[in-house]
């Protein structure tokens, strides 16, 4: 039995013919966030990594909720442009609705 993030990839899958992974989304978004410069720390909370290892993160560098809206907005934005627009016109408007089954 597929979990609700597995069924939704097979879904885009089926419809796309595209294969990917979680991991292929993960590593797309933060090559992404590279492209635009954005710092490897918000990166790291963004990707929900631990910066425990990471003495300037997890010590002397402070990081809330709203300081990561803006960084992800630009990512969803750039991945907008550069893919949706460019690869997936025909089906990605075909995909269910968040709720719909």
């Not at 993030?5 to 992974?21: D, E, H, L, N």
């Not at 893919?83 to 075909?94: D, E, M, Q, R, T």
Request: charged fraction near 20%; include cysteine.
């Amino acid at each position: 039995m597929l979990t609700g993030t597995q069924t939704a990839i097979a879904k885009v899958i089926k419809k796309s013919g595209v294969k990917f992974s979680c991991h292929t989304l993960r590593k797309t978004f933060a090559t992404a966030g590279e492209s635009l410069d954005i710092s490897q720390y918000k990166l790291k909370y963004l990707l929900n990594h631990s910066v425990s290892n990471d003495v300037t993160a997890h010590h002397y560098i402070t990081i809330d909720t709203d300081q990561l809206r803006e960084p992800n907005q630009k990512i969803a934005d750039f991945l907008k442009e550069h893919f949706v627009a460019s690869y997936a016109p025909n089906w990605i408007s075909k995909l269910p609705k968040q709720g719909q089954a």
